[in-house]
């Protein structure tokens, strides 16, 4: 004797070997024994064989048409020898009986499963609908494979075309589009990004990164509405200083400004002043919301989000010519030992005389002219004094760090001469010294503002967002701890309130701090242990890390752009670890493979076979290593 019993949604058989009241021991086709309950049993049979039945009643089972049997079923529930009885017009026998088990199980939008072997009739107006589903979903599913034999093809159907972007960054898994793509993806074994591209969705692969990035980050897009500037509710006072700023000739947001005075007794008197958004930019305004949503400018080569508004940036960045509010820090200092004797904070008007460009003063204002006193510089009376503060001020902090500090690393500025959309506007890398005397300068003002008022925070009980490194390890916190890596006893950001949000963050508690004193922990905005400031350092890091590198990705590209239009095939690089090396003539590391085994710093000689604009790699080949000479200076891209 045989049995049908169903498992795990399936239809099985089995030779019975014994039976129990609760279930039966069974063996199948392939000599394995199991239980099986009762409950689960259709039918039992003798005739005929197992793989006989199955076979017959499958192939029977599809030529029932499922129309006339729904209309041949009962009203209401029943079992497989009643409807069989009504559709074979006789009692049926086991192969039919399993046909039509199988034929009602394969129809679940015809008949409703009420039990083991029971069913309902669906009724008509749900029939109607679940059948109208059912054709949608075919229909659905023709289209869609359609859509992937045509994306396959390197044709992309519109309704393809119009979703590219969310496809890339946040694809709907159930979309027709994203299915279609997903098949094509599969015969052409490439990646979504590298279809689309190829198929034409973007005009070129710029065009795919800064929207994949917009996408994610500013869905809304980059421009502010316009919006008024509140005033700052005061007179404040105008300083009688001449303060310049130095910065590359592309910044438009200038945050400090420099000025020197010599006193009577040979100390100097060195004002360096910081733009005030803070007065006017205050915590929990909707202009705060709006920085705050950025946490810091987003820069890449020929263009930049800014973090503030135009509004906001025009009426606070230090312009030359037009007296501008300014947090100011005034350090009286000996130049010989770089003692700090006095320091006086304020809150100001500035009138910046000038805002000097590196990319005009850093051939003139070089090391050698510094040291030369016969030579007249441009802004002679201002630099040279600061100069001659900012090495001692350097020295003293070379002395708590332990060793010199390595200024030797070639940095590079990009400029897109066109539009920074179009690949194919000229870009120009143009490589320059971190030791170059103008940046140190400013350098070492910045960080003695960013140490001075990250202590003066500390003395009045006030939290602040610090940057510390301790036993190598650099991280942000609320209160002050040193910075071994710089030399100071405390560093917190202050000295970009324009352009990052710590840096505003940390000026409304300084405007606290110098209006009120030691009143200061009583109405500065941000209290010990605010939660809310813990809540921005961690946005603050997770954000500035993206825009970092959405920046590094950018520089990368217009790299790979510079060296096509230099038609560089051939280019010299330094070993930095295994496979890895750094260009020497452009800011970009690239994976070498097949590099033989050498020392970090080796200079080699390498092949560039092939860009991938895509991925943001170089397909390039080793040739050979450079022996027994000295690096070569990096170029300027012309």
Not at 91 to 101: M, N, V
Not at 127 to 141: M, P, Y
Not at 274 to 283: C, H, W, Y
Request: with cysteine.
């Amino acid at each position: 004797m045989y049995v049908l019993y169903e498992e795990d949604g399936a239809f099985k058989t089995g030779h019975i070997m014994t039976e129990a009241d609760a279930t039966l021991q069974i063996e199948s086709e392939s000599g394995k024994r199991s239980k099986v309950k009762r409950a689960n049993c259709i039918f039992t049979f003798a005739s005929p064989s197992p793989d006989i039945l199955i076979s017959q009643a499958e192939n029977l089972a599809a030529e029932i048409d499922l129309p006339f049997l729904w209309e041949c079923a009962p009203a209401d529930e029943f079992d497989i020898d009643t409807m069989g009885a009504e559709y074979f017009g006789h009692p049926p026998d086991t192969l039919e009986k399993t046909t039509l088990l199988f034929r009602l199980h394969s129809a679940p939008i015809y008949f409703h499963r009420r039990g083991r072997g029971r069913y309902r009739a669906a009724p008509p107006d749900i029939l109607s609908a679940a059948l109208a589903a059912q054709e949608k979903k075919q229909r659905a599913a023709a289209q869609t494979e359609e859509w992937a034999q045509a994306i396959a093809a390197g044709q992309l159907p519109d309704e393809v075309a119009q979703a590219a972007m969310s496809l890339v960054t946040k694809p709907d898994k159930n979309s027709q589009a994203w299915k279609a793509l997903e098949a094509a993806c599969a015969m052409r074994q490439t990646t979504p990004e590298r279809l689309l591209l190829d198929s034409g969705a973007w005009p070129h692969a710029l065009a795919l990164h800064k929207g994949r990035f917009l996408a994610t980050h500013f869905p809304r897009g980059t421009a502010f509405a316009p919006c008024e500037v509140p005033g700052i509710g005061r007179e404040l006072p105008l300083a009688e200083v001449d303060a310049y700023s130095v910065d590359d000739i592309s910044t438009t947001e200038i945050d400090d400004a420099l000025s020197v005075t010599r006193l009577p007794d040979g100390n100097l008197r060195v004002g360096i002043h910081i733009a005030a958004p803070g007065l006017s930019v205050t915590k929990d305004s909707m202009l705060d919301k709006l920085a705050r949503a950025r946490m810091s400018t987003v820069y890449m080569p020929g263009d930049k989000i800014p973090m503030q508004p135009d509004e906001v940036i025009a009426a606070f960045s230090l312009d030359e010519g037009r007296p501008v509010p300014a947090l100011s820090l005034y350090v009286v200092a000996n130049p010989e030992t770089g003692e700090i004797l006095s320091h006086e904070s304020r809150l100001e008007r500035v009138v910046v005389r000038a805002n000097l460009r590196h990319n005009s003063l850093d051939a003139l204002i070089t090391e050698e002219s510094l040291a030369d006193s016969s030579i007249e510089l441009p802004h002679n009376d201002w630099i040279r004094p600061l100069w001659q503060l900012a090495l001692a001020l350097c020295k003293q902090r070379e002395t708590v760090r332990g060793k010199p500090e390595n200024n030797n690393r070639v940095e590079y500025s990009f400029y897109v001469e066109g539009d920074p959309d179009n690949p194919d506007s000229t870009v120009r890398i143009v490589p320059r010294l971190r030791n170059a005397p103008l940046d140190r300068l400013v350098a070492e003002y910045m960080i003695l503002a960013n140490s001075t008022w990250g202590g003066l925070l500390a003395t009045h009980g006030l939290p602040g967002i610090y940057r510390s490194q301790q036993t190598g390890r650099v991280r942000m916190s609320t209160h002050a701890l040193p910075h071994e890596a710089i030399g100071v006893p405390q560093y917190a950001w202050c000295t970009s309130p324009l352009r990052r949000y710590v840096d505003l963050v940390n000026q409304w508690q300084l405007i606290a701090a110098i209006e009120h004193g030691v009143s200061a922990p009583l109405v500065a905005p941000f209290k010990p242990r605010d939660a809310d400031l813990f809540a921005i350092i961690g946005g603050f890091e997770s954000q500035y890390v993206a825009w970092h590198d959405f920046q590094n990705n950018m520089e990368r590209f217009w790299c790979m752009r510079w060296l096509q239009q230099q038609q560089i095939t051939e280019c010299e690089a330094t070993v930095l670890k295994e496979d890895l090396v750094r260009l020497s003539h452009a800011p970009m590391i690239v994976r070498l493979n097949g590099l033989p085994s050498l020392d970090r710093g080796q200079r080699i000689k390498l092949q560039i076979n092939r860009f991938d604009e895509l991925a943001l790699e170089m397909d390039c080949q080793y040739l050979s290593s450079i022996e027994n000479e000295q690096p070569e200076d990096p170029i300027e891209a012309t």
